[in-house]
């Protein structure tokens, strides 16, 4: 039987520059609410890498549309940038990343920026939808993001014709197992709570750190196991299909933006 809700912890997975609001508004609802950021975001130390960065971000006048894919896209690449150029226009995925470029003084009132036109549903398939593809055709457009990560919008930019290259603004990692972690892991999963899961990649290096803690248990107590029978909420039909591909059958999806989040705790038995 599930517990009642005000027994229950909301654990929110964002990395830690993302997870303060969230965690505030759903604070104001009554709930309980546990920050565990599930990936670390580390500015670039490796001086080519540094170096590859600073050189495209020289030439922004280059590209007819920057496009960054996070709000720590925006931070990692404004630390090396004193103003936007003028005519080069912008794209994000979601207010938090027009808040983000708000904070470095870049705003509708001084550049052109597109997102997409509903805020609950901040992602690159709903950016595509905003974007004046055609005007895009035989134009270069860049992309700003971490290591690796989706070509969702890369590919659809392509296929309207665009010319797309990439830089790495910051790199992702799952943070290391300390006695600190691995304490708060095990008091979370004695309780049935909802995890926000907002990457599969998140969601991966969680399972990692669960199986590392497994070494010494026994199968009924396993640690993995008991995450499997958590709730989660996931903001992506992406992340739903890994979910279940990975073994979680209790899985809500509420489409991208905080306020499905939100509706969807308000909403639980």
Not at 91 to 114: C, F, P, Q
Request: charged share 20%.
């Amino acid at each position: 039987m599930p517990e009642p809700a005000s027994s229950a912890t909301v654990v929110i997975t964002r990395p830690a520059q993302q997870a303060g609001p969230l965690a505030e508004r759903i604070a104001a609802l009554g709930l309980n609410v546990a920050l565990l950021p599930l990936l670390e975001i580390h500015a670039l130390h490796q001086p080519e890498e540094c170096a590859q960065l600073k050189s495209v971000l020289a030439r922004l006048a280059d590209y007819a549309l920057v496009a960054f894919v996070s709000p720590n896209a925006i931070d990692c690449a404004f630390a090396h940038l004193n103003t936007w150029p003028s005519g080069v226009a912008l794209a994000v995925v979601g207010e938090g990343s027009r808040l983000a470029l708000g904070t470095h003084g870049v705003n509708d009132g001084n550049a052109s920026i597109t997102s997409p036109l509903d805020t609950a549903r901040s992602d690159s398939e709903h950016l595509l939808l905003a974007l004046d593809l055609p005007s895009l055709r035989g134009k270069r457009v860049l992309i700003v993001r971490g290591d690796g990560g989706r070509d969702f919008l890369a590919d659809g930019l392509r296929a309207a014709g665009a010319q797309v290259d990439f830089v790495t603004a910051y790199r992702r990692a799952v943070p290391a197992l300390t006695p600190a972690l691995r304490a708060t892991l095990e008091q979370l999963l004695q309780h049935n709570n909802d995890w926000i899961i907002t990457s599969s990649e998140a969601l991966r290096g969680l399972l990692s750190l669960l199986s590392e803690m497994d070494g010494e248990m026994d199968e009924e107590t396993a640690f993995v196991v008991k995450m499997k029978q958590q709730h989660l909420i996931v903001p992506h039909a992406r992340i739903a299909q890994s979910a279940a591909e990975l073994g979680f059958a209790r899985v809500t999806l509420t489409g991208s933006g905080d306020a499905g989040v939100l509706a969807a705790l308000q909403s639980r038995p």
